[in-house]
């Protein structure tokens, strides 16, 4: 199990650029697939981005694709999600999320995929 601490949320204008960081800490061995995902009020979870335990494989929900951009710096056990251009219906809880493996798909797009979670960081961007 590994324990995960998120950071980096805030409140910015439409437009605007944050990037949300995400710490691993914990008893996995070898770098672990990572990923994020988002809920809004009212709304369900849905995926944003994942990568692989190397940082050389990505994928991303096509509403992101091209605005985010989801990095790893192994030395530093963090992952990071760079957000460009972001518009008022990004706003949400930003959740950072492990897997068991260091390995993704591109169906690895779902809440069960992840066993390990953080405790959120709230992302809100104004009109």
């Known amino acids: 199990q590994v324990q995960l601490v998120e950071s980096g949320g805030g409140l910015v204008q439409t437009g605007a650029s944050l990037r949300l960081s995400c710490v691993v800490s914990g008893r996995a061995s070898n770098p672990v697939a990572m990923g994020w995902f988002r809920q809004a009020p009212g709304k369900e979870r849905e995926f944003v981005a994942a990568?692989?335990?190397?940082?050389?494989?990505?994928n991303y929900a096509d509403l992101v694709k091209g605005r985010f951009t989801i990095s790893r710096d192994n030395d530093k056990n963090t992952v990071y999600l760079q957000m460009n251009n972001l518009k008022p219906e990004d706003t949400a809880v930003y959740y950072c999320a492990a897997r068991t493996n260091p390995f993704i798909s591109k169906q690895t797009t779902n809440s069960p995929d992840f066993p390990s979670w953080g405790q959120g960081t709230q992302v809100t961007v104004s009109a």
């Open positions: 990568i692989t335990g190397s940082g050389i494989s990505t």
